[in-house]
């Protein structure tokens, strides 16, 4: 089991040079399995670290909200 700070843009680098591509991305879409905190109107809600802190982000809808509260709200309202 490989363990990386997902947070940290320079580790990941490292890590697919170390890895490779191909094993970064299977690597990758584990952790973001291993980070759905909720599903919700058929969008998975992550826990993301980013520049204005820590956000809840929307599935695929490019959303990210402060508080879990208000990523479920809004994935309630806009079902996929």
Known sequence: MTTIDWDD????FRLAEQVGLHR???????HRQRSVIAAVGG???RSVSTR?????????TG??????AQ???YARKHPR
């Open 9 to 12: 843009l320079a580790a990941r």
């Open 24 to 30: 970064y991305n299977e690597l990758y879409l584990e």
């Open 43 to 45: 969008h998975e809600i």
């Open 52 to 60: 204005f802190g820590r956000l809840f982000a929307v599935g695929d």
């Open 63 to 68: 959303r990210a909200f402060s508080t879990q």
């Open 71 to 73: 990523a479920e709200a």
